[in-house]
Structures are given as C-alpha cells and as structure tokens.
C-alpha cells in the first residue's frame, strides 16, 4: 500500500497550490480519503474529506471556500487544490485513506508533503 504524496513547496500569501496523492495497493474506489495536516507545535488537524465515489465533500470551516478536495478513480488519485492560502496554512499536509468494514477501520497514510505559506 502506497500514498504519495506532492506538490508542497513555498508560495506567498494570497497564492494557490494544488496538492496530489496516488494511490496504490488496495482499492482506492471503496476508501473515503481526506486530507490533514499538522503545523509544528499543534495536533494534526482534518482539512477536507471526499466520499468514495466522490460525491460528499466536507471541509473544516476555516478552509471552506478557500480549498476544495477532488478524486478521480480512474486515476487513483485524490487531489487538494488551495487556493487565498494564509501563513497560518503553513504545515505538513499528509493524505489518508480511510474505511470501516463490520466495524474495523482501516487507515492508511502518506508520508506527507510540506507547504509552507510566507512572504
């Protein structure tokens, strides 16, 4: 099972990245996935979380209308595009695929990609 990870980098205030992560190894298309991040001193927070086929979408209230959280199956890839991004965006943004069956839970996890927001 594998989770990548990219398009972290440096950006000013006010810019946009788009982040990506691929998937491999399981069945990406029965997994909801969603996006933390953790900022250094704090507990990792969720940012955004995607249904499996794609049709719900849930943000955290301080990233609603700034980031938006897409999939595509085909692809087994899930997307996470920023955009008004704030210095407090600043963090690691790790990848998560998430699924409970007859009340397991199964996580899986990304290594995590830096985006730091600065001027």
């Known amino acids: 099972v594998q989770l990548v990870e990219s398009g972290g980098g440096l950006v000013q205030p006010g810019g946009s990245l788009r982040l990506s992560c691929a998937a491999s190894?399981?069945?990406?298309?029965?997994?909801?996935m969603r996006w933390y991040r953790q900022a250094p001193g704090k507990e990792r927070e969720l940012v955004a979380s995607?249904?499996?086929?794609?049709?719900?979408?849930n943000y955290a209230d301080s990233m609603k209308g700034r980031f938006t959280i897409s999939r595509d199956n085909a692809k087994n890839t899930v997307w996470l595009q920023m955009n008004s991004l704030r210095p407090e965006d600043t963090a690691v943004y790790y990848c998560?695929?998430?699924?409970?069956?007859?009340?397991?839970?199964?996580?899986?996890w990304g290594q995590g990609t830096q985006v730091t927001v600065s001027s």
């Open positions: 998560n695929a998430y699924r409970s069956v007859l009340g397991r839970t199964i996580d899986y």
């Open positions: 995607i249904s499996s086929a794609g049709g719900s979408t």
């Open positions: 190894g399981f069945t990406f298309s029965s997994y909801v």
